[in-house]
């Protein structure tokens, strides 16, 4: 649950840039939006569709949004991060939905600042948050192996809060 200083919804700062998208995430391009000349560093995380959770066999990865409610939560983690660093010039939070394969990317987030410790300090701050609060479903799709041998099929949708790795 987000909590905003006013009932106004937040906005972003002009420096800033977030995004729902079914396009595919370019690293280059979510580091470029945070890079900036009074930075001394740029920490950036990107998250993967990995081949297995929990030994089952990924196939692939099927996200849902509520767009507009997740972008606040995006906005809201920005303003915490200037409250507890004021030092960041930049926050940039991506998150891809639809279907995605084994090693395509799902979300990156990336924080410029001054120095680095307060920048790891905030991309980790960003992407656990997100991950806690953000309206984003996801589908896992299995293949698995029956007792005779053939591919069994199996999906199953769970909140990303409820993801612990």
């Known amino acids: 649950m987000i909590t905003t200083k006013s009932a106004i919804p937040l906005k972003p700062r002009v420096e800033d840039s977030f995004g729902i998208t079914l ?3 370019s690293v280059e391009e979510i580091y470029s939006k945070a890079d900036n000349p009074a ?3 740029v ?4 998250g993967m569709v990995r081949n297995q959770t929990d030994g089952k066999s990924v196939v692939a990865l099927e996200y849902q949004a509520y767009e507009p409610m997740a972008l606040q939560v995006f906005y809201q983690i920005a303003d915490d991060i200037r409250d507890q660093w004021p ?5 940039v939070i991506y998150h891809r939905i639809g279907r995605l394969l084994v090693g395509e990317i799902s979300v990156v987030v990336a924080v410029g600042c001054p120095h680095r410790g307060e920048a790891f300090a905030a991309c980790e ?3 656990d948050t997100l991950k806690h609060n953000a309206p984003i479903w996801k589908k ?3 293949s698995l192996l029956g007792e005779d041998g053939s591919l069994i099929a199996e999906s ?6 409820n993801c612990n790795h």
Request: proline share 4%; no cysteine.
């Open 125 to 127: 701050y960003a992407i």
């Open 39 to 41: 930075n001394g560093a």
């Open 87 to 91: 030092d960041v010039n930049r926050v």
């Open 23 to 25: 396009a595919p995430l």
């Open 156 to 161: 199953s949708w769970v909140s990303i809060k």
């Open 140 to 142: 896992e799709h299995y």
């Open 43 to 46: 920490v950036l995380m990107s």
